[in-house]
């Protein structure tokens, strides 16, 4: 930590090193009793992208700001918001999600103290936000795994630990945060990748292979450190039906999380063996341009449980897999709360209390890790245009720190119970 005031110096409690994922009790001391002070906060990610974030404070009695005390008088959020300077950043370079490629790095965060008269710059700190802990191994897979492209995340031991596949589709490449973040709780988790990685097809193949996802799963299934017998699946968006479509016809899946995704495969054929399922497409004449010059795409996906659209409905009641349905209410990418509710109803109506469905107001379409920027809006690959995500920036922090730790229990309560296999029912 750097000071230009001998007086005034940060201090980042317990340490200013931590996991991107975790809280962090900042101060400010030495300042004058009751004085403000303008707080900065910045990073820079893979992309070189800058997020900022900057609030008002004034001091207590004896000179401290205490970010678990004292109140955001004004800025980027108002209030006692302990992790403000954080999940409040937003981006310089509009319509940017941010990026984190190389796990193996930190996220530094910059944060700054200004005198709130003058603009003075009286102290500036950095905290180093990870993404592995000691031990942890990252393993990326190559030809010697046959088909499968991604990286494996082991936690350190010789565990066995819960098995998780995170697939992490739309847009293509490699999304390694989540896995990383998740492996660091005692979890071997697979980051799969499907196009736009390494060897794999640039763009978007003609048709989605479940066969390819079957391998990925018995490669997982099959590692020592896995204690089986079934594993769990994390997606999003378009992964979301994938993760229903694996759980419905594989073999091995025991727990699925399907954050703001579909009940029905969309967009692109799903062929397995024998089997396909036609995609359902999206009506682009229900594409509404915002006074912002932006689009809202959420009314493109018609309704799946509808005369002619109900081929590319996932029959999830073959499933003996649990099923978490995570639900932002502002979800602006499509009617995710629909698609829950229609996949509830659907297991429901088949006998089966193997799901739970949580839902989020104000939250936006990326429901990612605790303390990841708010992404409202950025160029979707599938529309070609800047399209909205919804959500308000504090409500959809609070639904992602909440949904973090539901996702752990969830798959530490259904990965453990040995009575249920995850077995397919048979066609």
Not at 59 to 72: K, N
Not at 340 to 358: D, I, M, P, S, T
Request: net charge neutral; glycine share 8%; with cysteine.
């Amino acid at each position: 930590m750097v000071s230009r005031s001998q007086q005034v110096r940060f201090r980042f409690l317990p340490s200013p090193r931590c996991f991107f994922d975790e809280p962090l009790h900042v101060q400010v001391d030495g300042l004058s009793p009751y004085q403000k002070v303008e707080l900065r906060s910045n990073l820079r990610d893979d992309k070189g992208v800058i997020f900022r974030a900057s609030s008002v404070y004034k001091a207590d009695a004896t000179g401290q700001v205490d970010l678990c005390r004292s109140p955001s008088l004004c800025g980027s959020y108002t209030g006692v918001e302990p992790m403000g300077l954080f999940w409040a950043m937003a981006p310089e370079t509009p319509h940017s999600k941010m990026l984190k490629n190389n796990v193996l790095g930190s996220i530094m965060v910059n944060i700054d103290v200004l005198h709130g008269d003058t603009g003075e710059l009286l102290a500036t700190a950095t905290n180093e936000r990870r993404f592995m802990t000691e031990g942890a191994r990252r393993i990326p897979l190559g030809l010697k795994e046959g088909r499968i492209r991604g990286v494996l995340f082991l936690p350190p031991g010789q565990g066995p630990f819960p098995g998780v596949l995170d697939v992490h589709i739309l847009g293509g490449g490699l999304s390694e945060v989540r896995a990383s973040l998740l492996a660091n709780k005692g979890f071997v988790v697979l980051a799969l990748a499907y196009y736009g990685y390494q060897d794999m097809p640039r763009n978007v193949p003609a048709h989605f292979d479940l066969e390819y996802f079957e391998e990925a799963i018995t490669f997982l299934r099959r590692q020592p450190q896995v204690q089986g017998p079934g594993i769990g699946i994390l997606s999003i968006s378009k992964s979301g039906d994938l993760a229903l479509s694996m759980a419905s016809f594989l073999s091995g899946i025991s727990a699925t999380v399907w954050i703001n995704g579909s009940n029905a495969n969309i967009m692109t054929p799903l062929h397995y063996k024998d089997l396909v399922i036609p995609p359902l497409m999206p009506i682009l004449e229900n594409i509404t341009l915002l006074p912002s010059g932006h689009v809202d795409v959420r009314d493109t996906i018609p309704d799946p449980d509808t005369e002619g659209n109900r081929g590319s409905l996932i029959p999830i009641e073959r499933s003996s897999s649990r099923f978490l349905f995570a639900v932002s209410e502002d979800d602006r990418n499509w009617n995710s709360c629909l698609f829950a509710q229609q996949a509830a109803a659907r297991l429901r109506h088949h006998g089966k209390e193997n799901f739970e469905v949580v839902t989020y107001p104000r939250a936006g379409h990326f429901l990612e890790v605790p303390y990841m920027p708010h992404c409202p809006s950025s160029f979707h690959s599938a529309a070609g245009k800047v399209v909205v995500f919804g959500g308000e920036v504090k409500a959809h922090h609070e639904a992602q720190l909440d949904l973090w730790r539901r996702v752990q229990e969830f798959f530490r309560t259904h990965l453990k119970d040995t009575s249920n296999t995850g077995q397919k029912s048979m066609l």
